[in-house]
Structure formats: C-alpha cells, structure tokens
C-alpha cells in the first residue's frame, strides 16, 4: 500500500447527505482509479483517471463525481448519499496505465450510509 | 457491469494442501493480475502475467496466463496458515485502461 493515501477510514452518512473521499499519490503515477467493493461482488471500478484532467467512467459510475485537477489528488464525491453506496472504497495507482506489477491501493474508506 | 469469474467462491483447506483457483472470461484479455487482500486492508499484487501461455511463480504461488487469453490460474503449494484471506483476479482488456476484478476466492486454511 506504499504511496496512496485515502482519508477518512471511516464515515456514517445520512442519507442525502454529501462527502468527498480523498485519495494522494506521491509516486507521479499517471494512472488512478475508484473502486467499491461490495460483499461476494469483488472490486468494482467507480471511476479512473490516466493524468490530470482526464477522468472517465468505470463499471458502476452512477451517483459519483471526479476530477483530477492535479497529478497527485484523485477525490471521490457523493453528492447525496444513498443507502446503496454503503461500501468498502479504495483507490489506486499506476503508472502504466492500469496494467503491471506498479499497480498500489489504498487501505480503504469504510463508509456508511443511514 | 463486467465482472470475472472466479472459482470457487471460497475453500476450506488444511494446513500443507495444496490450492488451484480460476479465473474465466467471454472477452481476451491482454494482461492477468492475482491479489490478495487481508481483512480490513487493500489488495496487494501477488503475481502479474502479460503474455498467453506464460507461467509465473512466486514463492509458493504460481499462476499461469490461459492460451485462449480468456482465463487464468493460481495455485498455491503447502498451504500455511497466513495464506488466508481473498484472493482476487483480475484482468486488463485489450485497447482499454479498465481492469476488471473477479468476484474472489476466499481461503481458510486449518492447521
């Protein structure tokens, strides 16, 4: 988990309420994503990024937003939390683009939506 | 959205077995990554395979890249006890950024 920084750990939310999950890099990877985890589902891609400035959707984008105005930070916001974004999240970086042995997560944001 | 499947959902070993888990696909993937992940923590990157046919190993781990680029496979030997955890699959495809995770494979192991 060298590198990737993601705050807070843990978070209960009510519902309609708004957040942002942090995520920082200090490795200058290019490369960095979202994704939730969600019990017998694995890892699904939120949202990602491949440099600053540039953000595109993963699997499951619906009620997140991103930007990527720096190559270091890659924030997550809910913009009115839902019980169904109750999830494990964490993000990741690499510096190719997704693929090879470069790739580090994050510890992961318990996050809780009441 | 797109998930890959991995099998078995889950294991229940004793101490020195040995394990085989899989990992399948409808589309051809150009890039095979393994991860474990412990509770309460991230995914870390056990083996990553780039080429079909390709065979790699790890300590006590080994994986392999399916010809067809549709699968993929790891076996771990004389499993120990802090072999534990979730392992996950997980595959980059062709002309895309996206890596997509298998649903996992959770592992007890029994001394």
């Known amino acids: 988990n060298a590198g990737v920084t993601q705050t807070p750990k843990f978070q209960v939310l009510k519902t309609g309420q708004s957040m942002t999950l942090q995520c920082a890099q200090d490795m200058n990877h290019e490369y960095m994503s979202w994704y939730r985890q969600d019990p017998g589902m694995g890892l699904r891609l939120i949202h990602y990024s491949v440099g600053a400035g540039i953000t595109d959707q993963g699997e499951v984008p619906n009620g997140y937003n991103v930007s990527r105005s720096t190559t270091e930070d890659f924030p997550l916001r809910l913009l009115s939390a839902a019980p169904s974004q109750t999830s494990v999240y964490f993000c990741a970086s690499s510096n190719n683009r997704g693929a090879g042995n470069t790739i580090y997560f994050g510890e992961g944001s318990w996050l809780t939506v009441v | 959205g797109q998930q890959l499947n991995q099998s078995p959902q889950s294991m229940f070993i004793q101490e020195g077995e040995d394990v085989s888990m899989n990992c399948t696909s409808s589309s051809i993937f150009n890039t095979w990554l393994w991860y474990k992940q412990d509770p309460g923590e991230g995914p870390v990157l056990l083996i990553a395979?780039?080429?079909?046919?390709e065979l790699t190993s790890n300590g006590r781990l080994t994986a392999q890249f399916g010809i067809t680029r549709k699968d993929s496979f790891l076996n771990i030997s004389a499993s120990i006890p802090s072999d534990v955890g979730i392992y996950f699959c997980a595959g980059l495809r062709i002309g895309t950024d996206k890596l997509i995770f298998g649903t996992g494979t959770r592992l007890q192991v029994f001394p």
């Open positions: 395979l780039y080429k079909a046919g």
